[in-house]
């Protein structure tokens, strides 16, 4: 049976479909997800996937995590269903607590769409196990509030534990503290990252096919879960 | 100050009514005000046998206003009708919210650019992103998904202070709503000029994808079905023309003052919008629909009924407010974003209720269609509206404004450019050459298009820096759509009728060297005040140019936009015509990129080379000179170019092709080079500055692998194109043989310095 | 050291999308009192010498507010 | 109405970009003694009841700062 997982809809999500396109090009059935929703329908991972959650006014992300999906999500994810926010998804995990740190303006101020090169950092998580870590790919960055910033404790204390998933590696684009483009919760099941796989799964509209990794690691880790 | 807490309404006595009209014919109303002259007042009164009641002249001084009802050039653009080209690909064309076009497999595209100059200038954040926001609804008023958006912009001299104002809060407001809309921003323009630097243009184009049969128009038909309006709330914006009303015929009690005429735009509301309208699309359930732009519930319902030959009734007391102290005037004129209305049958509205509920998109019947023929609205019970809606929708004036050639124009060209030193020494030219690259105007522009989104919804196969946008609509058979837009107003001001038919040209151009088969053509027509005959004189010629173009080219015009008075004071910006040209391309995995992506192609020169520098990027930036005659047109050439380059793109003869514009073939060398990362070897011939810095047009640079040289110069010659081998790709470096060579990192440094240098 | 506040806010009759979200969220968080919200800007100005209410003030017009949609004050902070 | 503001600035400890901006620009602009100036947010609550200000703080507590980089202020407005 292959593995189902669900892609939230939060009004104002924008890559939701293009996560659900490469969830089935790895090899998975991609379930829609509605903000509303009062289950999960029985998927085996979630993607929160990128855009303007509410418009992501207030801050980004900070109405999109009282949604009633979310309710569901955090009590999944406490069970150790794998969960990844991408870009918005990214941040919306960070105002629900269920990722360390947050996410604050970039440093140029600006909105910033760019090819970047990241290191994955850690290999082990349900999202990256496919890669290997220090393997550089190349992958989409496009936000406008993506430095990740936290108190020095918790910088030392996901350093140590291993939770940072993924760095810059092509200059820091944003201002992000130690050059972090993602991190995981301490369980490993939680992922939240800056740069959007989603948009390099076919070097035709992307500038790689290198994050079709994220959304084959997952099926691996259900296969096993 | 919110929605729960909402002041008292306006005492009804104060209200203007039908009868009230009939019986008082003297008074006097602020016309003039509103922007009517004495004429259109009497033309109105005429119409209606009574004068207007105040609701009434809000609607027409909004419909006969020049942004409306085109009533300086609907005259001089019926030639776009009357010269359109033999075509079957048109499914819908001028006159309706934007031209759809057939492209095969059961798909049809709708694309139109428009202007938001004026609103960018007093508040350049809230006035670009609202620019988006108004060409994104019209697409969807057509029953299409928008896909992709364009921006056009223009600016004083990127030095200036005010510039500095302008541009990064008109990039800002672009980025903030196309991004936060899930619009990837596939590709536009950026240029600077003095003659923009009180008045910046803005335009900004939406593409959309629908079925064929998917098509809505905006009609209002069948008697008794129900007129909706949903999304926003109706607020005081933009309504500085409705307070005068209000402060005239209230007593002015000073309260019209505060009346914003900024809108703010607030694009996840639009996205819930596009998502509500596509859903209750698939329903089946909408007979017809408008969006609301300017003038807003007025143009609506008067067009939407004007448009199904029918009448309607409204009760605007119903239309659901921000503001409580709104009167039926400023409700008809408020120009409050993101609202669309819908005609549906009685027994389908809770159908279109629940979808809406569902997007959290807020819907109210406001009115029913009637079969009177007339638009009658009533507020609080006493009728304030009883109209032929045509007679504002259709019936407005139509100038024939004086144009005439000023006689400035012969000193323009006579001030021929073959005067100016010409570069020779490998020094000189390559001294003009970083120049060129390293000023604003030449140089890269990822300051601007780094803001905007341009890998949203994954379909995306070109966008800068390539020379038009390319969008996949289907993924299973590769068709998609490449689009290009340009302008150019120093052709403009030397010649308008060429300088547009170039802009046309480069358009095309733009589309044909990504392999994609130009089809149909939009238009932005920026010109300065047409009570001024110099400009009306450019426009005529403009317009006549750009139809006879199009006539040529075979490609219809399917829609457009007017904007004119952009002047500071009584000077006009140079005649600033920007051309949109759609292609179809039939499978995407075939483009043609504009970057030297590999070493060991030939570079191949396609066209014919003159001496021409009337107008050019060289003249202008090394001389400070404008004169002479711009580039001769010849748009058989570019269509035999055009052919050329997507059989080529077809036949996978070509690793890179790049249309040759501004800067002529020196910068589009050096963007091949710095955009696919490989350097080339030319071997320039003896006039090297002409070679170099010339904007003749229907040119490209093609690189093509060896084995694939003999084809690509038989197709050649099949078409009728003039091509020389001039170099090979490879190196590090931009090199001419026997002249200079600028190593890559070099062109680099200096292409990508301008705008971070000037804005951050 | 001086301190200056400006507090910029959009001016009333200016649509505030962003702040009738905001409301909507503290309804739906259980804060059902809420009428309406309108959000702003807060800007802390240090000095390194002392400076006129009124100095700041035009500051604020040219630089931190477009008086065209947006109303400020400014306070000693 | 009964009437709250909440201020929210970052925490003196992160860095904001958004505040240095603005005071390179002011003095670019001529104005030399700014020293410094950091950019927050103003929330005004309009309420339909009375309510406490611990309860607004709640309130911002929850939805309107993040704790993680961000501190707020409560006040009647
Ligand atoms: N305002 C803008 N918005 C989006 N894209 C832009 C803008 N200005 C320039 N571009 C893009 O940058 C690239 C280079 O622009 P330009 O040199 O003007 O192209 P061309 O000469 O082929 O018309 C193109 O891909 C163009 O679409
Ligand atoms: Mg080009």
Redesign the pocket.
């Known amino acids: 049976m292959t593995a189902r997982i669900g892609v939230v809809t939060f009004p104002g999500s924008l890559d939701d479909r293009d996560a659900r396109r490469a969830v089935r090009r790895a090899g998975a059935e991609p379930v829609e997800l509605w903000h509303d929703d009062a289950s999960l329908h029985g998927v085996d991972g979630v993607v929160l996937p990128g855009g303007f959650s509410y418009g992501d006014y207030l801050r980004c992300g900070a109405i999109a995590r009282f949604a009633p999906v979310m309710r569901q999500i955090i009590e999944a994810a406490g069970r150790g269903l794998p969960v990844l926010g991408i870009c918005n998804g990214f941040q919306i995990l960070c105002e629900a607590h269920l990722l360390p740190g947050a996410l604050a303006r970039n440093a140029g101020l600006h909105f910033v769409t760019r090819d970047v090169t990241i290191r994955i950092e850690n290999d082990t998580s349900a999202w990256t196990r496919q890669y290997r870590a220090g393997q550089h790919i190349r992958v989409v960055l496009k936000s406008g509030e993506g430095a990740y910033m936290a108190d020095p404790q918790t910088l030392a204390s996901i350093e140590a534990n291993g939770q940072v998933l993924a760095r810059y590696a092509s200059g820091n684009p944003n201002g992000s503290q130690r050059d972090i483009a993602g991190v995981i919760s301490e369980a490993g099941n939680v992922a939240g990252l800056m740069p959007h796989p989603e948009h390099a799964i076919d070097e035709l509209t992307g500038p790689s096919a290198d994050g079709i990794g994220f959304f084959a690691s997952v099926l691996q880790a259900v296969a096993i879960r | 100050m919110s929605q729960d807490v909402a002041a008292a309404p306006r005492a009804r006595a104060a209200q203007d009514t039908v009868a009230d009209a009939a019986a008082t014919p003297e008074r006097a109303q602020p016309f003039a005000a509103l922007g009517l002259t004495a004429d259109e007042y009497a033309r109105i009164a005429r119409l209606l046998g009574r004068r207007p009641t105040d609701a009434e002249l809000a609607i027409y001084s909004v419909m006969w206003s020049e942004h409306c009802s085109y009533k300086s050039s609907r005259k001089h653009l019926r030639q776009f009708a009357d010269k359109a080209p033999a075509t079957d690909v048109l499914l819908a064309g001028i006159g309706q919210n934007a031209g759809v076009v057939d492209i095969g497999q059961g798909y049809a595209v709708t694309f139109k650019i428009e202007s938001h100059n004026h609103p960018s200038y007093v508040e350049p954040f809230q006035g670009a992103a609202t620019g988006v926001g108004g060409i994104v609804r019209d697409i969807l008023a057509m029953g299409a998904r928008p896909v992709a958006v ?4 223009r600016f004083g001299p990127a030095d200036a202070p005010d510039t500095r104002r302008v541009l990064p809060g008109v ?1 800002s407001g ?1 980025s903030f709503y196309g991004n936060c809309l899930g619009l990837p ?7 600077f000029d003095p003659c923009y630097a009180g008045n910046p243009l803005v335009n900004a184009l939406c593409v959309g994808v629908l079925r064929h049969e998917d098509l809505k128009l905006a009609a209002a038909t069948g008697p008794g079905n129900q007129v909706i309006l949903f999304g926003s709330r109706t607020g005081p914006d933009g309504i500085g023309g409705a307070s005068v009303l209000a402060s005239a015929s209230f007593g002015g009690t000073g309260e019209g003052a505060k009346r914003p005429s900024v809108q703010v735009g607030d694009p996840f509301m639009e996205k819930l919008l596009v998502e509500c309208c596509l859903e209750l699309y698939r329903t089946g359930l909408v007979i017809g629909i408008q969006d609301l732009g300017a003038a807003g519930v007025a143009c609506a319902t008067t067009e939407l009924a004007a448009g199904g030959g029918t009448g309607m009734r409204v009760r605007l007391d119903s239309v659901p407010l921000r503001d409580a102290s709104l009167g039926p005037a400023e409700i008809l004129m408020s120009e409050s974003q993101e609202r669309m209305m819908a005609i549906i049958e009685p027994g389908h509205v809770p159908a279109f209720m629940d979808i809406c509920a569902k997007w959290d998109v807020q819907a109210t019947v406001i009115g029913e269609v009637t079969d009177t023929g007339r638009l009658e609205m009533s507020w609080q019970g006493v009728q304030v509206v009883d109209i032929p809606p045509g007679s504002a929708a259709d019936s407005g004036p139509v100038y024939d404004r004086p144009a005439h050639r000023p006689a400035t124009q012969d000193e323009l060209l006579a001030a021929d450019p073959g005067r100016l030193p010409l570069p020779a020494a490998g020094r000189d030219l390559r001294a003009d050459l970083l120049l060129l690259l390293g000023s604003p105007e ?1 140089g890269d ?1 990822t300051w ?2 780094e803001q ?1 989104d341009h890998y949203v919804r994954g379909d995306t196969v070109l ?7 390319l969008v996949r609509i289907d993924a299973e058979t590769g068709l998609g759509v490449a689009l ?1 837009t ?1 302008g150019n107003g120093r052709y403009c001001q030397l010649d308008p009728y060429a300088g547009t038919q170039l802009a046309l040209a ?1 358009a095309y151009r ?1 589309v044909a060297v990504t392999g994609a088969r130009p089809l149909a053509v939009t238009n932005c027509l920026n010109f300065g005040s047409p009570e001024d005959p110099a400009v009306m004189w450019q426009f005529t010629e403009a317009v006549r140019g750009l139809a006879d173009g199009c006539q040529q080219l075979g490609i219809p015009v399917t829609g457009g936009n007017v904007s004119f008075y952009n002047q500071t004071g009584g000077t006009p910006i140079q005649p600033t015509p920007v051309v949109g040209v759609l292609g179809v391309h039939d499978d995407v995995r075939c483009r043609t990129v504009s970057g030297f992506t590999a070493a060991g192609a030939s570079v191949v020169l396609l066209g014919d080379t003159r001496p021409e520098f009337g107008g050019s990027l060289w003249a202008w930036l090394r001389h400070g000179h404008l004169g002479g005659r711009p580039p001769a047109v010849d748009l058989d050439a570019e269509k035999a170019l055009a052919g050329l380059l997507a059989v080529a793109a077809a036949r996978g003869l070509l690793l890179a092709a ?2 040759l ?2 800067g002529g073939l020196a ?1 589009a060398l050096a ?1 091949s080079c710095l955009s696919g990362g490989t350097g080339c070897v030319i071997q320039p011939p003896a006039d090297a500055a002409v070679f170099l810095f010339s904007e003749s047009a229907g040119r490209a640079v093609v690189a093509a692998w060896p084995d694939a040289l003999p084809d690509l110069v038989s197709a050649c010659a099949a078409a009728g194109v003039s091509a020389a081998v001039i170099g090979t790709t490879g190196g590090p470096a931009l090199e001419l043989t026997g002249l200079f060579s600028v190593p890559l990192a070099d062109l680099a440094t200096a292409h990508r310095a301008a705008l971070p240098a000037l804005f951050g | 050291m001086p301190r200056f506040v400006v507090d910029v806010m959009l001016k009333p009759e200016i649509h505030d999308p962003q702040g009738e979200a905001i409301a909507g969220a503290c309804r739906r968080l259980g804060f059902g009192q809420v009428a309406g919200v309108r959000q702003g800007k807060r800007f802390e100005i240090e000095l390194t010498e002392p400076a006129s209410a009124e100095r700041i003030g035009e500051l604020a017009a040219e630089l931190l507010a477009n008086p065209v949609i947006e109303e400020f004050t400014v306070h000693p902070g």
Do not use: F, Q, R
């Open positions: 364009m921006d056009a912009l990039v672009i921003n596939i590709g536009g323009e950026l240029a030449g522009k601007v298009t905007y966008a800068m820096p390539h020379d038009a946008g290009a340009d480069e733009n790049h249309d514009s501004d910068l963007e």
